[in-house]
């Protein structure tokens, strides 16, 4: 999220390592605690799993982004 500025900081020294950790881990859980299931779902897969779901969900939206008719397995 720090690409949208939500977890910014401008001065890097203000905090001890430590007190940035528990700021981060903090923020990683609001974030995490307001997904759907179904993400939490996928980010609980093992990374292989994870990794075939995501290429066979990105064939699909490419295949929606082009008309085509999505292939039955």
Not at 31 to 43: F, N
């Amino acid at each position: 999220m720090a690409r949208i500025h939500w977890v910014a900081a401008e001065r890097w020294p203000v905090w001890r390592n430590a007190e940035w950790r528990d700021e981060l881990r903090a923020a990683r859980d609001l974030t995490y605690a307001k997904l759907p299931k179904y993400v939490k779902d996928a980010l609980a897969l093992p990374k292989t799993a994870r990794e075939k779901l995501v290429r066979e969900r990105r064939k699909l939206l490419a295949e929606r982004a082009n008309g085509d008719k999505p292939r039955a397995k």
